[in-house]
């Protein structure tokens, strides 16, 4: 059973501070890596997409992958209220399925 | 223009009635998907097409039946709904089956089935 998994929060950050957010898989054939953030009513939009080790910046957030560890975080830098919302990771497994985690619920405290 | 359409936005229904939601994507993609989010807010894959074919098929109960008319439209079609039916159900379109940039959602449908 390939899985994503998350841990589900909420995760409470102060305004102005780096939210960091992770995300383990288990299907070693995986190669696309994505954000989703998913506001209380609303359908997932993405925000980061990440496809090789290392890490993809891309204002405030930054994507990090370990590929040997099969570990993929979001870091938020700066938080906002506006940033409170739920974090899905999604991973394109090798047979071409997007399967996404339960989610990490973000809580931004002014 | 609203890049994925769903309708209707909400549906309220009583067991064993028969629904359909419609799915319509304006932005040339050749790959559709149908999600269903529950009440845990886990996004579970349910079908999905690339050029009118079936591609995916879960295991999902063939209550659920997919139609795709033409690559732009996605319909799902629920046969004798039940109270666990009750989620929010995504479409969602991307370029190809392999597309590396990700899905586009709709707003979803809100099922309530009483």
């Known amino acids: 059973q390939k899985e994503v998994e998350q841990n589900s929060g909420p995760l409470s950050v102060p305004e102005g501070a780096i939210a960091s957010l992770n995300c383990t898989y288990s299907d070693r054939g995986s190669q696309s890596f994505f954000w989703y953030r998913q506001y209380s009513g609303k359908s997932p939009e993405l925000i980061m997409s990440i496809y090789s080790n290392g890490d993809k910046e891309d204002g405030r957030f930054t994507a990090q992958l370990n590929k040997a560890s099969q570990y993929v975080s979001l870091l938020i830098r700066d938080s906002q209220p506006s940033d409170s919302a739920t974090y899905l990771c999604a991973v394109n497994d090798r047979d071409d399925k997007i399967i996404f985690g339960k989610g990490t619920r973000l809580h931004i405290l002014p | 223009d609203t890049a994925v359409s769903q309708t209707p936005k909400y549906l309220v229904t009583q067991m064993g009635n028969d629904k359909s939601i419609k799915c319509e994507q304006n932005l040339g993609h050749d790959t559709m998907y149908w999600y269903k989010q529950d009440s845990k807010k886990f996004l579970k894959i349910m079908f999905s097409?690339?050029?009118?074919?079936?591609?995916i098929n879960e295991t999902v109960p063939n209550r659920f039946s997919p139609k795709s008319p033409d690559k732009a439209h996605l319909n799902l079609h629920i046969n004798s709904l039940e109270l666990g039916d009750s989620a929010v159900y995504f479409c969602?379109?991307?370029?190809?089956?392999?597309?590396?940039?990700?899905?586009?959602f709709g707003s979803g449908t809100r099922l309530t089935v009483v």
């Open positions: 097409y690339n050029n009118k074919e079936l591609i």
């Open positions: 969602a379109s991307s370029q190809d089956l392999r597309d590396p940039y990700g899905y586009t």
